[in-house]
């Protein structure tokens, strides 16, 4: 059983940028891996994936050319940088990890496929 658990959150005003980390228990160097966020009200939403292998990454169009997601197999710590924040991206970012498959779950950015969960960190973009 992996065990995640995310860190960086806060509060940030809009333009700002943030660094979100997750770092996890075991291996994960055969594991695709992914950030998900939840606002008040809403259902949770995939932000972001990543290969096992970081060859290929997927991204919300919401997020794209904002966030970026990486990884360090070694250290067992997937990254989601953010940048030009907004007031619409306030939510719990969790990250998760598939032990099914090397790739992102073909149902992206569903969280259908991820197994594992951390239990997140809110960020909150506000003037």
């Known amino acids: 059983q992996l065990q995640l658990v995310e860190s960086g959150g806060g509060v940030v005003q809009p333009g700002g940028s943030l660094r979100l980390s997750c770092t996890i228990s075991?291996?994960?160097?055969?594991?695709?891996a992914g950030w998900f966020r939840q606002a008040p009200g809403k259902e949770r939403e995939g932000v972001s994936c990543?290969?096992?292998?970081?060859?290929?990454?997927k991204y919300v169009d919401s997020v794209k050319d904002r966030f970026t997601i990486s990884r360090d197999n070694a250290r067992r710590i997937v990254y989601l940088e953010m940048s030009n924040l907004k007031p619409e991206d306030t939510a719990i970012y969790f990250c998760a990890v598939t032990r099914r498959s090397t790739a992102c779950p073909p149902l992206f950015p569903e969280p259908i496929g991820f197994d594992s969960w951390g239990q997140g960190t809110q960020v909150t973009v506000s003037s």
């Open positions: 990543i290969r096992s292998s970081s060859s290929s990454t």
């Open positions: 075991g291996d994960i160097s055969v594991y695709a």
